[in-house]
Every structure is written in C-alpha cells, then in structure tokens.
Nanobody
Framework: QVQLVESGGGLVQPGGSLRLSCAPSGTIFSIEDMGWYRQAPGKERELVARITTDGSTNYADFVKGRFTISRDNAKNTVYLQMNSLKPDDTAVYYC??????????????WGKGTLVTVSS
C-alpha cells in the first residue's frame, strides 16, 4: 500500500554535494523512524543515518561530519544532505521508514534506491 520514493541521486565529483529526499506515496497513519542505508558493489547493505520521530539521530562513523539527516514531519519527508563526498560513498542509497499504517500495526518499508556515484 505504501511506497517510498527516493530522489536526488546522481553523479558528482569528489568533494561535491548531493541532497537526497524520500517520501511515502501512499496513505499512512504515521511514520516512526526514518533513515538511509546504502549498498556498494560487493558489500552488504549498511546504515548511513537514522532519525527518530522526535529528531534524535544516529550516524555511521564513516559519514559523521559530512552527512546530515533531517525530516519534515508535516511532509512525511526525510532528507540526507551529503557533503564532501568521496569515491567510497558510491552506492545505491535506500530510504527506510518504519511505518504505522494504522495504530498498533507496523511495517518496515524500503525504497527502490537511488544511485550515487562519486567519481572524477
């Protein structure tokens, strides 16, 4: 019923910036945690950043000081501002939302992914 739609990926040079956005397209009751994960070639999917309903954040060590996660609860949208991008950041970035489609019932929802390529 609920689909997550990511946008903002693309090709950038090392040191550049991108801003990813994600929002559900379907009708929901509420969104709890939101976050971003990524999967690089030959590697498993890993946490990039997560943000709770009240705004508490967690970051992977490899993005601290470079990436910022934020959310707009009125728009049910989560963002990832990525600065000082490195070639190692190249990956498919997936949006994650813990959704409560109706009270007392939770679903882990994933976007289809948006490709971020950092290359000179």
């Amino acid at each position: 019923q609920v689909q997550l739609v990511e946008s903002g990926g693309g090709l950038v040079q090392p040191g550049g910036s991108l801003r990813l956005s994600c929002a559900p397209s379907g009708t929901i009751f509420s969104i709890e945690d939101m976050g971003w994960y990524r999967q690089a070639p030959g590697k498993e999917r890993e946490l990039v950043a997560r943000i709770t309903t009240d705004g508490s954040t967690n970051y992977a060590d490899f993005v601290k000081g470079r990436f910022t996660i934020s959310r707009d609860n009125a728009k049910n949208t989560v963002y990832l501002q990525m600065n000082s991008l490195k070639p190692d950041d190249t990956a498919v970035y997936y949006c994650y939302c813990k959704i409560q489609p109706f009270r007392g019932f939770y679903r882990d929802s994933w976007g289809k992914g948006t490709l971020v390529t950092v290359s000179s």
